[in-house]
């Protein structure tokens, strides 16, 4: 009888130790996957799951490498990643075969079978990207009665409309002009920059409208508009100069009015499109004016003032957001420039991206668009030689796709950062290890890292004072995914 009262208080309170063992706070096992790509290994987006649990950290030593990741803290709200179909992307894509036109499509704006592009951008006339010079009125046809995108409607409308099913119709376009037609400006050109007259701003600022009513008209939405490609650049391709006083006034008195009389003011107006270096004091100087920033959705810009230096001008981008946070900050373009097929796999092309989009997004960055999708085995086509790289590139002879390391680099961001995500802190206490992170609406956590050192590191990856070890290869970028 002892024996049977002592067997079942020991199995009661065993019973009962487990139940409250059950109840105490043990740290917690999350569901991890880490997504790699590194150089001088075949992972390119690789998938793994990090089975281990985060255990409690204390105060960190300074020779401890570390990640910290605050979800408590968040800031700007993710709009999206994606890259430009240009005229040079959709006549590449036309001399594809129907299987690799669906691999492109897939490789891009599918979520699960390739990086989940959500962005496009596109040109209104033709840029340099173009294998002709165009428009799409009659010369000195103020009025735009001769107004047609029939040109549009052979390569590049296909394509967009191919992309926007490819997202299931979640693919946010907008537009930007090189350069009106030469006939409305002072160096009768649409090259070499000179300036829209002042007597063509109403017609100018129409002609936006009718671009955005005809692409409607063909299924294709518009999202937003920006007001010039690299408003301060004089290209021997098509280029129109604007100070920021001229584009503030041409803002305020023709094309703000003019959208919002076509009740188009949801459209997102974006200013200055061109680089880093000066959107501080462009920003400041066309937002001045609240008559001018009521119509502004976001400031645009590129990076091409600093290919040679480490130092890209990102504090400029923290000045502005700052200064204006209102506004929206958008990556308009960016590309690595002077193609040769010599160097299509070399590792700094995906760097470039990566120390981009990273510092970009800390910096308060909302949106993040790439140059051209596709190019062809030249870089082009291109009608003034102006040939660069993109993240994928079609060799049109063999029916081929070249994916470049820039493809996983860019991946590692848009496939798991959605729209509608908000930026939380991620600090690195190493400068080989760069890192942004941010949280989706679905409570998913996706911490980037970088490391562009030479060797090697494993580093703790801290959350609430619990962490867990990830090892980081030399020049990789990782997603941690929980």
Known sequence: MKKTIIYVLTVAVTLGLMAFVKQLPRAPKKNIKVFTTAQHTNQRLAEKNLDKEFIKLEQPLETQVCIFVDPSKTFQQFTGIGGAITDASAETFAKLSKDKQQEL?????????GIGYSLARTNMNSCDFSSDMYTYVADNDEALKTFDIQHDKQYKLPMIKKAMAATGGNLNLYISPWSPPAWMKDNNNMLKGGKLLKKYYQSWANYYVKYINELQKEGIPVWGLSVQNEPMATQRWESCIYTAEEEADFIKT???????????????????????????????TTLRDPEVAKYVWGIGFHWYETWTGSDMMFDNLKRTAEAFPTKNLIFTEGCKEKFSMDSIYNWSLGERYGLSMINDFNAGTVAWTDWNILLDEHGGPNHVGNFCFAPIHANTQTNELIYTNAYYYIGHFSKFIRPGAKRIISSSNRTDLLTTAFKNTDGSVVVVVMNKGEEEMNYNLSIDGKAVEVQSPAHSIQTILM
Not at 105 to 113: E, F, I, P, S
Not at 266 to 284: C, E, G, M, T, V
């Open 105 to 113: 499509l897939h490789a891009y704006y599918d979520l699960n079978k």
């Open 254 to 284: 023709a094309l703000g009015p003019v959208l919002k009389a076509n009740k188009m003011s949801d459209k997102k107006l974006i200013i200055w499109d061109h680089n880093r270096d000066l959107i501080y004091q462009r920003a400041s």
